[in-house]
């Protein structure tokens, strides 16, 4: 079970870290990705890190902007958001796999979900 937060109401150019838990498993025996869904369109990867090797991927317009990384003492994937734009509102969700040998921008590569977390952009 993911579990999903940090997400919040923040101006442009602000930052938000979003945190996600697990209860029940170790993150670091899986994959974790980031996505999010705007309203009105379909969800897209973010980033993610692979359970192999820690390496990690950014996707869309946010590379260079968001970093993910693993606490490993919290059994936490946190995603830290700099330089936020109004185009990064969306609903925030993570993701686990452990099946593959990296991590993926495809949703269909992920067996478990969190609830999302609301992140609003707006001035």
């Known amino acids: 079970h993911l579990v999903e937060s940090g997400g919040g109401l923040v101006q442009p150019g602000g930052s938000l870290r979003l945190s996600c838990g697990a209860s029940?498993?170790?993150?670091?025996?899986?994959?974790i990705g980031w996505f999010r869904q705007a309203p009105g369109k379909a969800r897209e990867g973010v980033a993610c890190?692979?359970?192999?090797?820690?390496?990690?991927y950014y996707f869309n317009s946010v590379k260079g902007r968001f970093t993910i990384s693993r606490d490993n003492a919290k059994n936490t994937v946190t995603l830290q958001m700099n330089g936020l734009k109004f185009d990064d509102t969306a609903v925030y969700y993570c993701?686990?796999?452990?099946?593959?040998?990296?991590?993926?921008?495809?949703?269909?590569?992920?067996?478990?979900w969190g609830q999302g977390t609301q992140v609003t952009v707006s001035a």
């Open positions: 993701a686990a796999d452990k099946q593959y040998y990296r991590c993926y921008d495809d949703e269909t590569m992920y067996a478990d």
């Open positions: 029940g498993f170790n993150l670091l025996d899986y994959s």
């Open positions: 890190i692979s359970r192999t090797d820690e390496s990690t």
